[in-house]
T-cell receptor, first 113, second 116 residues
Framework: AQSVTQPDIHITVSEGASLELRCNYS??????LFWYVQSPGQGLQLLLK??????LVQGIKGFEAEFKRSQSSFNLRKPSVHWSDAAEYFC???????????FGTGTRLQVFP | DARVTQTPRHKVTEMGQEVTMRCQPI?????VFWYRQTMMQGLELLAY????????DSGMPKDRFSAEMPDATLATLKIQPSEPRDSAVYFC??????????????FGPGTRLTVL
């Protein structure tokens, strides 16, 4: 069965510091991987997605993620965090020709000035 | 800018009352999802529809929850009777199945439900 693990429940970084949020997945076939962000009181917004090809994926708001098949990981990165990046981040996995996504439990990012 | 809309945004009700949440998917999207988000369980898929037909409602408590799409512009999620454990944020998302819906789910702002 598909599953997604986000090991870090809460991460705190200083503004301007680099960021890496971890995501590990379990799926028997080629996964389709997503990162969503949820600001307080808002719905989820798609940051980026990986289907195939280049394993380094660029997204919106300066985020990128790298797919590593050998590690079953799809970690999200940003070189310099802004205070407005404080939010909850969700990793999700899907499969080709399917409608359903399986979401991780989320990582809450706090940014200190 | 096309968006998924949900009403109401907030709902406080008493145990035993009926609750109806509404969702207007993005025009042209033919797949609609209902999710529930709680601190304990995270984001759970309750049910989803394609072309107004239910495809999967295995995540939904059948005895008190029901989901429908009366028409292509409206999806509803109803709880009757409501219980305190139903307190959560309920999200609607819509998508287009081209090439497959998992590629593009657009979320609404959610309905925050509190059952006293």
């Amino acid at each position: 069965a598909q599953s997604v693990t986000q090991p870090d429940i809460h991460i705190t970084v200083s503004e301007g510091a680099s960021l890496e949020l971890r995501c590990n997945y379990s799926y028997g076939a080629t996964p389709y991987l997503f990162w969503y962000v949820q600001s307080p009181g808002q719905g989820l917004q798609l940051l980026l997605k990986y289907f195939s090809g280049d394993t380094l994926v660029q997204g919106i708001k300066g985020f990128e993620a790298e797919f590593k098949r050998s590690q079953s990981s799809f970690n999200l990165r940003k070189p310099s965090v802004h205070w407005s990046d404080a939010a909850e981040y969700f990793c999700a996995v899907g499969a080709y020709n399917t409608d359903k996504l399986i979401f991780g439990t989320g990582t809450r990012l706090q940014v200190f000035p | 800018d096309a968006r998924v809309t949900q009403t109401p945004r907030h709902k406080v009700t008493e145990m035993g009352q009926e609750v109806t949440m509404r969702c207007q998917p993005i025009l042209g999207h033919n797949t609609v999802f209902w999710y529930r988000q709680t601190m304990m369980q995270g984001l759970e898929l309750l049910a989803y529809f394609r072309n107004r037909a239910p495809l999967d409602d295995s995540g939904m408590p059948k005895d008190r929850f029901s989901a429908e799409m009366p028409d292509a512009t409206l999806a509803t999620l109803k709880i009757q009777p409501s219980e305190p454990r139903d307190s959560a944020v309920y999200f609607c998302a819509s998508g287009s199945p081209s090439p497959f819906t998992a590629e593009s789910q657009y979320f609404g702002p959610g309905t925050r439900l509190t059952v006293l």
